[in-house]
């Protein structure tokens, strides 16, 4: 196995043992990031003084090549390296020569393991922010054209008041928003160059360490060198926002999945996002859904995994730390996998307008607007929550929903109800007096959907 250090040993590693120190098997995918980082690095040496222009571009071309033969697959990645480093720099050396050596200057592979997983991070983080702004953009083309589109609110999955298709879209969106803004903190936070850092105490050769954070898009350069390769709070934060997202796509997932119950029928999902049974022919199951819900657990133990691996290691580096790329891997893979399947479950889902409608006017949703239209009229709230609750129970006994009972039923519950109770308690009109900011009437979704709107267009 090609390796980066030796000199000092006497003896060949056991083959078991580098097979389980290698990470070539995973740390492979951060070959894009490897020799961008390579070609900042010989390229502030030079400016630096500490490599020949003849050289740097040599260096350059030679790295260049490598990556263009590996993309074509003329160059496989083996394992007979170590690491993806260990791959760059012997076939940077195989092609140049010794000149290929001289690469690795003012440079450990533990500042440039903490620079490749910083650029291959933030890549990442902007992949997930561009996702979930995709998926914002099919809510609020949602929103826009189910906004008179009556359904029931529930609490403790039962019916509690009516609402909107669109409000209860817009809860989602807020969610979303939320995550991105968390994405947002995490790159800005993340956003400094450990490259230059050393092992853990920098170097003696004159790096100019603002020129590199500068030639790799970062703000600066890390101020401690020990912080810099020992840190992987970024990688914390972002597996705990990534756990985030997927608990609210969860949540989603799970609304469809009750909503797409014969019993709700409140959604018919797209069959490209559903199978069937291989015995009961009649199935038509949301896997996609069910899915992403159960990966969310897998997401939840890289978050777990990551903490656990590093709450008891002393500064600086330890080989423990190279457990970060699997389970980080994994969650981000997962994570962004599972967002751009809802969105496109979501986006091809139809919803049941008069089922969800149906519904929102059986189990007494109207109930509050009730005892609101008794306060109306003088009766004190307490007074007027206790003569509904009593109707309630009326009407169960019946058989019946409010809007049936003659006013002749509801005078002999209380004699402050006259004739204009059955408008105060229609459908339409529970939903459309809630015009407070937040609120389900059109009026109010209106104005947060031209939030909505600005806010996707920055």
């Known amino acids: 196995m090609a390796q980066l250090w030796g000199g000092r040993f006497t003896k060949h590693t056991e083959k078991d043992v580098e097979q389980f120190n290698a990470s070539i098997y995973f740390d492979k ?8 980082g390579s070609k900042a690095h010989v390229t502030m040496l030079a400016s630096a003084g500490i490599l020949t222009n003849e050289e740097r571009d040599r260096i350059l071309e030679g790295l260049t090549s490598i990556l263009e033969d590996t993309k074509s697959c003329a160059l496989p990645i083996t394992d007979e390296y170590e690491d993806v480093h260990s791959f760059v720099e012997a076939n940077l050396i195989d092609r140049i020569g010794d000149v290929g050596k001289k690469l690795h200057t003012g440079r450990s592979r533990n500042d440039q393991v903490a620079l490749d997983m910083k650029l291959y991070t933030r890549k990442t983080v902007e992949e997930t922010d561009g996702l979930l702004k995709d998926l914002q953009k099919v809510l609020l083309s949602l929103m826009k054209e189910h906004i008179n589109t009556y359904m029931p609110g529930f609490t403790h999955l039962q019916k509690a008041q009516p609402l909107t298709l669109a409000h209860h879209l817009g809860a989602y969106f807020e969610m979303f928003t939320r995550d991105r803004s968390r994405l947002a903190d995490i790159r800005k936070r993340m956003n400094l160059c450990p490259l230059g850092s050393g092992a853990l105490a920098g170097t003696t050769y004159p790096l100019d360490r603002n020129m590199t954070a500068e030639l790799l898009g970062f703000d600066g350069p890390t101020l401690n060198s020990m912080d810099s390769v020992a840190d992987r709070d970024y990688l914390v934060e972002y597996m705990a926002a990534l756990s985030l997202i997927m608990m609210h796509l969860s949540r989603f997932c799970e609304e469809f999945i009750i909503w797409n119950t014969n019993e709700y029928r409140f959604v018919e999902i797209d069959d490209a996002y559903s199978t069937g049974s291989s015995i009961m022919p009649q199935k038509k199951n949301p896997d996609i859904a069910e899915l992403v819900r159960g990966k969310t657990g897998r997401v939840y133990g890289a978050l777990t995994s990551l903490l656990t691996t590093m709450k008891g290691l002393p500064l600086a580096y330890n080989k423990d730390m190279q457990e970060d790329k699997e389970v980080s891997f994994d969650a981000m893979d997962t994570a962004n996998g599972c967002i751009k399947l809802f969105t496109g479950m979501l986006a091809t889902t139809k919803f049941n307008k008069p089922q969800m409608e ?3 006017t059986g189990g007494f949703t109207n109930a509050t607007d009730a005892a609101d239209y ?19 129970l009326t009407c169960i006994a019946a058989g019946k929903a409010i809007d049936d009972m003659s006013l002749d039923e509801l005078k002999e519950i209380s004699p402050v109800f006259e004739e204009d109770v059955f408008d105060a308690i229609s459908l339409k009109t529970c939903v459309e007096k809630r015009q407070t900011i937040g609120a389900p009437s059109p009026q ?10 600005e806010y ?3």
Do not use: C
Request: hydrophobic share 50%.
């Open 444 to 453: 109010a979704m209106e104005k947060v959907m031209a939030v909505y709107e």
């Open 29 to 36: 995918r951060l070959l894009d990031e490897d020799i961008e």
């Open 456 to 458: 996707l267009a920055d």
């Open 358 to 360: 149906k519904s929102a």
């Open 374 to 392: 008794l306060v109306m009229k003088g009766v004190p709230f307490r007074d007027a929550h206790s003569i509904i609750g009593k109707l309630v």
